[in-house]
């Protein structure tokens, strides 16, 4: 069994001492989907518009290329047709507002807090496959929590992957974060018990635990996540407080097919919405949130340690559509 405790204050990375204020990074980091959205809705507008079939056709393939997926795109058509009876619809900035509004309207009850205040240690799991930037995001969620002062654990629960393990170590040294791992361990159970008595025993405020992501082999993983649910509640009967599924933004509607996966897997109480700067297809957040009708927590919008940031509707809706340009 392998632990370090934190040391000092939280390392910062060249440029998180100075942060940039949240509107920005969302501007930036949504910029090529902002781009592409408005470039491909201009190539099918022109500057006139008649709703006609041919237009709706078009209107509907561009929103399914969009990764908006089924449920929105059905929604956002009947939008446009109801708006152009009601008064017309002419240009790219009524359609463009129109679609804008009716995704505000679909996040309005979007819950993004982690109420950490409520329970001591606050136990938080994460889960996700690989690949999709989980590792990363343990990292950055402990020093997200450093910055509002709370001292993190972190638990390697992962034992099938070593390189995981160490690059999970590095995060939380870079967080400031306790880590705890065990390389001899097979079996995550173990580890994750000894990972919370540890917590309990030096009072941390959250617990953050890092779980497998062989999506491939459900039954296994079904298995082993019900008994490391089981074995955390031996020592804390309410835990886990929250189960964040971390999903990678540039694996389009791939990204839906896993989140329902691992939703017959483990109750999932809210989304991670990972490398939205690198993909032009940002909508797909909005089709998984509809799908799943499960809160988004964070979204990353950049490599640095201060780039995953608590989700915030309106700046996303704003930013993905222009409406700050």
Do not use: C
Request: avoid cysteine; hydrophobic fraction near 40%; charged fraction near 30%.
């Amino acid at each position: 069994m392998i632990f370090f405790k934190k040391k000092g204050a939280v390392h910062r990375e060249d440029g998180a001492g100075t942060q940039r204020p949240k509107e920005d990074k969302f501007d930036t980091g949504l910029k090529r989907s902002r781009n592409r959205f408005r470039e491909g809705l201009l190539s099918l507008v022109g500057k006139e518009i008649k709703i006609d079939r041919v237009f709706m056709d078009e209107i509907e393939a561009f929103l399914y290329q969009s990764d908006f997926g089924p449920r929105i795109t059905e929604s956002l058509l009947q939008k446009i047709e109801e708006s152009s009876r009601k008064s017309p619809v002419t240009n790219y900035e009524h359609i463009r507002d129109i679609i804008r509004d009716a995704f505000k309207e679909r996040f309005a009850g979007n819950d993004a807090e982690i109420p950490v205040e409520n329970h001591h240690p606050f136990v938080l799991l994460v889960a996700g496959v690989n690949g999709s930037g989980k590792t990363t995001t343990l990292g950055k969620l402990a020093y997200t929590f450093a910055q509002q002062g709370k001292k993190s654990l972190i638990i390697a629960g992962d034992t099938y992957r070593a390189a995981a393990v160490e690059q999970l170590e590095t995060w939380a040294q870079r967080a400031g974060a306790s880590f705890i791992k065990n390389p001899d361990a097979k079996n995550p159970s173990g580890i994750i018990y000894d990972g919370i008595q540890k917590g309990l025993r030096d009072q941390n405020d959250l617990i953050l635990i890092d779980t497998a992501g062989r999506l491939h082999n459900k039954a296994h993983l079904m298995e082993e996540l019900s008994k490391i649910i089981r074995v955390i509640q031996k020592l804390i009967p309410d835990a886990p407080h929250e189960n964040l599924l971390v999903l990678d933004g540039t694996v389009g509607q791939n990204g839906l097919i896993q989140a329902r996966e691992f939703d017959k897997i483990l109750p999932i109480t809210g989304l991670v919405v990972t490398k939205l700067d690198g993909t032009a297809k940002g909508g797909v957040l909005a089709a998984i949130h509809e799908e799943m009708n499960v809160p988004v927590k964070f979204v990353g919008l950049g490599e640095k340690i201060d780039d995953l940031i608590p989700f915030d509707a309106d700046l996303y809706v704003d930013s993905l559509f222009g409406n700050r340009d």
